[in-house]
């Protein structure tokens, strides 16, 4: 429904007349993100400044008119579509890294700065930004801190929380507010903690200042091959159980081999059953001493074809697998579906071989690429988008997948968000007291439900049509 005609020349005023996109074509393109769920805006605004994302909410909320903050759009849990209509508050154009202090190590950046420049940038004074989505050629700073986001190297470094130090937000009423500072230790209410990851529900963040670290003098990446995923995944458990933590501990299964090998040709086994990634870094001493350790542990649980990169190219390429996997996906399916739950990790090989049956009883192909290190799983079901029939297939194994993974003690995201996707299934985790302890956060906020409303909380006219599931899951599910 487009916007009624004084409020879009209100938006036009504040932003300038080619800013404002309303025309239903060009709508479409910011229906969706990564996920299968669209839902087109009624106009998509693009900010450029702090004081236009200020005046465009101070509008919308004049006019009770929802506001979806939009970063770069890769978001795999619908945390960006606009499923009640509004606006779709676009801020990729604020992309400027606006200081650089190399002997704070921090950097004061724009929403809109994609992930990987950061980084690019930094390294001209021996820094790097950690949190390493494998979306990181796309995705925004803004949108890691709004989905508090995680990544291979995330194992060892922490997710995005831990390296923002301090954000410039707009609250659902326009107003300005910086939450939290320099300071390693936040004093007072730690506002910044509730507003990373609270998926554009609190707040449109506006600037971030963010903690950079050192480039370690020494990588080394090596890479092994097991006959199956339980293997691998005893082989993960068997490394931290040593009491080594890698910097990133990634697994690939057979079909997530086959289609990255036959793309990029990194030289991953594709007899295997599973693949392990396992990086570390440090001084040169201590990476080789751990890369001795890892790769006997490895061969001690059936890993083989171990091998060690012997340059920063053949590094990359090792990497450039698996960061690229998901798309790589693409020669079997042109269509995926990717959950990311999370459980304890020596709940790993369970939760994997109930991912398998499910993938088996709906046939359809399923490929998990995920961080290991830490039991994030992300099954990947992989269909086609043109059959529409599959459809309702490819959701109810997800659910189901889900289900499993909070049957064995995990949890419903370990890095992507609740979003859309998966907010009909919080009661399975939360009861109604501690949802109802979010939405009085929620109220304090935002009490009118401007900002991305129908996310993180269950909606009960989204009622999930699969809720009885095939694995008899002793969870009830509750609307609140
Ligand atoms: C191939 C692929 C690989 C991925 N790998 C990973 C991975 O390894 N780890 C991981 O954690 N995620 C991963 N993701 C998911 C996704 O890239 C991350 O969630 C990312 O942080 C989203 O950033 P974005 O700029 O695309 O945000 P969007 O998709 O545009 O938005 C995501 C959410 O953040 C909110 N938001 C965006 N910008 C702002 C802002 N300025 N202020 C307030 N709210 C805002 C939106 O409202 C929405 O709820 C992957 C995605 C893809 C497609």
Redesign the pocket.
Known sequence: MPLPQPVAEELRRIVGRESVIDAPNDLRIFER??SIEGAVPDAVVLASSTEH?SAVIKVAAKHRIPV?????????????VTIRGGIA?Q??R?RKILAIDPVAQTALVE??V??QELSLVAAQHGLFYA??????K???????????????H?LYYG??TNHVLGME?VLADGSVHWVSGDAPDRVGLDLCGVLVG????L????KIKVRLLRIPPSIATMLAAFPSIETASQAVSAVIGHGIVPAALEMMDSVTVGAVEAHYHAGYPTDAGAVLLVEVDGIAESTRELMAAIGKILGENQGYAIREAQTPAERELLWAGR?????ALGRIKPNYY?H?GVVPRSRLPQVLSAVGEIGEHYQLPVANVF?AGDGNL?PNILFDLRDRQVLHQVEAAGEEMLRAVVELGGALS????I?LEKSAFMPWIYNPDDLGAMHRVKDVFDADGI??PG?IFPDPSRKSVHLAGRTGLAVEAKWW
Do not use: F, W
């Open positions: 993100d990564g994302v979806v903050p939009r970063g770069a759009g890769t978001g795999l849990s619908g945390g960006a508050l801020v990729t604020m929403p809109g994609v992930n949190p390493d989505p494998s979306s990181q796309a995705c925004t700073i803004g949108g890691n801190a709004a989905e508090n986001s995680g990544g291979p995330c997710v995005t937000v609270s998926e554009g529900t707040c449109a963040i506006t960061k690229g996997a998901i798309g990717l990311d961080h992300h370990g890095e992507h968000g979003g900002l991305n996310k």
